[in-house]
Every structure is written in C-alpha cells, then in structure tokens.
C-alpha cells in the first residue's frame, strides 16, 4: 500500500503556466468578406434511401411511406432553416 499523497503548496503559484492566447471565439472581421454558401431545397429528399433498397424486416415496404413521410419533413425543416440564416436559394431576387 502506497502512502498519502503530498498537496502542492499553496504558497508558490506554478511559474510555467503562461496564459493562454486570447481569440475572437465569434470570428473575426475577415470571415465576414467570405461568400455564404446558398443551400437549394432537393426535388426528391429520399433519393438516397431508396437508393439503399426496402428496410430489411418485415413489412418493410409499408414503413417506407412513414420514412418518406419523415424524410420529406427534415427536408422542409432543414429550408426552413436555412432561410431563417440567409441562406437559402430563392427565384425571387428580392
């Protein structure tokens, strides 16, 4: 069995330790000239799981209607979203 461990004394402070260097955590003014990816909205959200095939239990083709159903409602949030950022592609230029 090991003996008690020894604290630190808490008179010294640890001269090693040099303060980290300070950063803009939102960014900086440069990241402001860079051009904003515009996000257009999918004609057909689940191209790629029905790319992958039937769920592979049974009755899987019925729950492929209620997985379309949940793909297509992510897709609309995610333009939702994206238009809340000024983000996302519109025809209308205003």
Do not use: C
């Not at 003014?29 to 799981?49: C, E, G, M, N, W």
């Not at 899987?60 to 609309?76: I, T």
Request: aromatic residues 8%.
């Amino acid at each position: 069995m090991s003996g008690p461990r020894r604290r630190p004394a808490a008179g010294r402070p640890n001269q090693r330790r040099r303060p980290a260097p300070v950063r803009d955590f939102w960014g900086n003014d440069k990241a402001d000239d860079d051009p904003r990816p515009v996000i257009r909205r999918s004609d057909h959200s689940t191209a790629l799981i029905q790319s992958l095939g039937p769920p592979p239990f049974p009755g899987g083709e019925v729950a492929q209607h209620y997985f379309a159903a949940v793909y297509d409602r992510a897709a609309a949030l995610a333009v939702a979203l994206a238009t809340s950022a000024g983000l996302f592609e519109t025809e209308d230029p205003d």
